[in-house]
């Protein structure tokens, strides 16, 4: 399997320079001479370093804040001048690398290498260079260029995959604009129907916004591919969390996308004077959302596990420092990959609230307002990464995502798999945001041998 093919020497401009790894053009110039096929890659296979992080950088650029440097971080929302400058720069890239980048009707950018047995379905990678207000310059932007260089990296070594390699650039990840994340990989996996094309936000229809970063909203139902449309998805991503900087290991191989539990609770009290209402007869709905908010944590932390809870809004009225209050809203959010561990969180804070309500003398109600399907990564793509990391010599670890990423949306249509590296302290959705540039390096050679390593594989 894997025949060997020759391929054309990639583009000057971006012909892979000496890099940290001391890789020199020339290697790769004796690497094209030789024979080599996706089973047998060079030893010294690596994306080129320099290059990402050249690109990372130059990518921060647009939606950056007036006289800021790269440390002030970027806001390149979906849809604005930036996020359409970011995109146009990427896919400049794409061409000078010798590709031809095609947007489809949802506004996605995809890039194709040809395999050598172009009947097989691709290998699809990549990620997402919209971001959140003031956020940082690694989410999305990491996996989007490393896939890239994935692509430059087999061209420089004559390296031919059996699977045709496509390279995706996620349009609209973050959410921030018309209220909902993974916006248009969602339209991929099929949850799309033409009238979401009417939506507004800002002022702007959400077809128009689409059509402005080079999408069709009249043919938006032609962008969904079906199940099996790909021999696996891959994402290289930051943590985002601090698991992995903590563990001192590199690469952190995804489990899965964590379930989404959302709740309203609402505390009914009876709202009276602060100063002449005695402790003993008052009905006080925040005094009761106070305790319910430590019953959240107190459900969370009592089993064993990665799963989180959050109390993160909360509503109160009158909302005034001389009137007890008479009502409380407020939100509970639950995370873990085994939705039965969610109800059985919440099943526990129900219990606990009707000792809340009666302490109190308030009622307590609550409504479930989301529930998000946990996304199970593919057992042979997560032992895939593992081998790949070993090759390099680099450590793994196991971890879910507390984060929702598109990876979950094209777990809907195959084997799905992502690559963690670790994130400075956990911090994302800042300008502080930081993964360090050998980590970066790291992680976009583990998904150029995980892309080898799924290669060979069905
Ligand atoms: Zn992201």
Request: hydrophobic share 40%; glycine share 12%.
């Amino acid at each position: 399997m894997g025949a060997a093919a020759v391929g054309k020497p990639a583009p000057s401009a971006f012909a892979l320079r000496a890099s940290t790894y001391g890789q020199s053009a020339s290697t790769y110039a004796q690497g094209a001479s030789a024979d080599r096929s996706a089973d047998k890659p060079a030893p010294d296979l690596r994306v080129d370093a320099r290059a990402l992080r050249e690109r990372i950088e130059k990518l921060s650029t647009f939606g950056r804040p007036a006289d800021g440097t790269f440390a002030d971080g970027v806001s390149r929302i979906a849809y604005s001048d930036a996020d359409i400058e970011g995109r146009r720069y990427v896919m400049g890239l794409m061409t000078a690398a010798g590709l031809q980048p095609g947007i489809d009707p949802a506004g996605n950018i995809f890039a194709r290498r040809p395999g050598t047995e172009n009947g097989l379905p691709p290998i699809l990678f990549g990620s997402h260079i919209d971001s959140v207000p003031n956020g940082g310059n690694f989410d999305g932007d990491l996996g989007s260029l490393s896939a890239l260089g994935v692509l430059e990296a087999l061209q420089a070594a004559d390296v031919r995959t059996r699977h045709p390699l496509e390279v995706v650039v996620w349009a609209h990840e973050e959410g921030f604009a018309f209220g909902r994340g993974l916006a248009c990989s969602r339209i991929v996996a099929g949850e799309i129907v033409a009238a979401d094309m009417d939506e507004v936000w800002n002022g702007m229809r959400r077809g128009e916004a689409i059509r402005r970063i080079g999408g069709n909203p009249d043919r938006i139902l032609d962008a969904r591919r079906p199940k099996g449309a790909h021999h696996c998805y891959l994402e290289l991503h930051i943590e985002q969390g601090g698991t992995l900087e903590r563990a001192a290991v590199p690469v952190g191989v995804v489990e899965g996308i964590v379930a989404i539990d959302k709740y309203d609770a609402v505390v009914t009290g009876f709202a009276n004077h602060a100063g002449t209402t005695p402790i003993a007869e008052r009905h006080d709905a925040m005094l009761a959302a106070a305790h319910l908010t430590v019953a959240v944590r107190d459900a969370v932390t009592r089993l064993p596990g990665r799963q989180v809870g959050t109390v993160g809004h909360i509503e109160v009225t009158p909302n005034s420092p001389n009137v007890i209050p008479g009502l409380a809203r407020l939100s509970i959010e639950l995370r873990d990959l085994s939705p039965q561990k969610l109800v059985a969180m919440m099943d526990d804070i129900r219990a606990r609230a009707r000792e809340i309500a009666a302490n109190t003398q308030t009622t307590i109600e609550f409504t479930q307002t989301m529930r998000a399907a946990p996304a199970a990564a593919d057992g042979d793509v997560q032992r895939a990464i593992e081998r790949a990391g070993q090759t390099l010599g680099l450590g793994t670890s196991r971890l879910p995502s507390g984060a929702g990423h598109d990876a979950q949306m094209m777990a809907q249509l195959g084997p799905m798999g992502m690559i963690f590296v670790p994130s400075v302290g956990g911090v994302s959705h800042s300008p502080k945001e930081l993964t360090r540039w050998e980590d970066c390096a790291r992680g976009a050679d583990v998904l150029l041998r995980t892309v080898l390593e799924m290669d060979r594989a069905g």
